[in-house]
């Protein structure tokens, strides 16, 4: 299964639920995931869950969604590392909704 091949996929709230989910998922497909969430360890331990499968993960952590420099800063990093990006999950989206500005 490739049919993510060439395909950058920047995901939020990639430490756990459907953020890490969606990583392992769109890696196992092909696609070079760029993760990112507010909880260092669950993040890292994402990137090595991937990594570990062969998939191809970079990861911005802790970073609060609520910080909107610092999302576009890692959007920008992305973009900049990897020629640009395709995909976008929001797997962290009710951090924002219930409190993050
Ligand atoms: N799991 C489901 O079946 C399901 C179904 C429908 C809707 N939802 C909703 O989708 C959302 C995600 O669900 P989930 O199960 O993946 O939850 P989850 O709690 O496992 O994952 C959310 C992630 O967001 C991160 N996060 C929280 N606050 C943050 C912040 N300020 N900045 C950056 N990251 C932050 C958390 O550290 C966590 O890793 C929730 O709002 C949930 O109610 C879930």
Redesign the pocket.
Known sequence: MNRLAGTVALI????????RATALLFAAEGATVVG????PD?AAETVELVRAAGGVMDSTHP????DEAGVQAWIDAAAAAHGGTNLVVD??????LSG?N
Do not use: E
């Open positions: 939020t709230g990639t430490a756990s639920g459907q953020g990112t969430d507010i909880d669950g970073l609060d969604l609520g797997g962290g989206w009710s951090a924002v993050a």
